[in-house]
Nanobody, 115 residues
């Protein structure tokens, strides 16, 4: 079992920045993919960014050039630096940890961007 705890959400004005963190605990496999997804009211959850244990990253087109995902394997933590935030980035952001055959989610953290 893996537990994920997110932090760093909040309210910010358009154009501002936030940094999300997600700390993992429990049985943590060396080879894994961690990432962030988000879900806005009335919309499906969508992948925002992911990063493999080797450092390969993937971003949704809507956040490319504004968001940066990174990780610290020694701390079992993944980060999402969000710059130039837009009102359409408003959503609950969920941390995700994935290995072969298993997929874990955090409880989510609210990000609200005011115009």
């Amino acid at each position: 079992q893996v537990q994920l705890v997110e932090s760093g959400g909040g309210l910010v004005q358009a154009g501002g920045s936030l940094r999300l963190s997600c700390a993992a605990s429990g049985t943590f496999f060396t080879i894994n993919v961690m990432g962030w997804s988000r879900q806005a009211p009335g919309k499906q959850r969508e992948l925002v960014a992911s990063i493999t244990s080797g450092g390969t990253t993937n971003y949704a087109d809507s956040v490319k050039g504004r968001f940066t995902i990174s990780r610290d394997n020694t701390k079992k933590t993944v980060y999402l630096q969000m710059n130039s935030l837009k009102p359409e980035d408003t959503a609950v952001y969920y941390c995700n940890y994935r290995i072969v055959g298993q997929n874990y989610w955090g409880q989510g953290t609210q990000v609200t961007v005011s115009s």
